[in-house]
């Protein structure tokens, strides 16, 4: 297992997401899995990088707060192929932060297609 190898402090946020995680208490995984992600940036091995982003993304494709986000997400994406992440922002009932979250790791996942335009993305679906 990967988080053998990572750093004491980054091990144990993951193994505590991990244990929400099993326990099916996804409200707790996202929030150890969030400081997971707040701790990548200090990593420098790509390899530990590439693993936490592989579980990263892993759990939220099966989070049903992800899911169910998605689901409309995807439909706006869907009538409005294009449609820059900030003008999605007002077209849905969820705050930017949860946005965000879905449509990283929906690009991760393969689903969503991202391009940088300006200060925000422009959105497509990978199937579309």
Request: charged share 30%; with cysteine.
């Amino acid at each position: 297992d990967w988080v053998r190898r990572a750093p004491l402090e980054l091990a144990e946020l993951v193994l505590m997401a991990r244990e929400h995680y099993l326990k099916g208490d996804y409200f707790g995984a996202s929030t150890w899995y969030q400081k997971c992600a707040y701790y990548s940036p200090r990593l420098k091995d790509e390899e530990l990088k590439w693993a936490l982003k592989k579980e990263l993304t892993g759990f939220a494709m099966h989070n049903p707060n992800f899911i169910g986000i998605w689901k409309d997400v995807r439909k706006v994406i869907a009538e409005n192929p294009g449609i820059l992440q900030t003008e999605l922002y007002k077209m849905v009932p969820y705050d930017r932060e949860q946005v965000r979250y879905v449509t990283y790791f929906a690009e991760e996942s393969g689903l969503l297609k991202r391009e940088r335009s300006g200060r925000t993305y422009s959105l497509r679906l990978a199937d579309g």
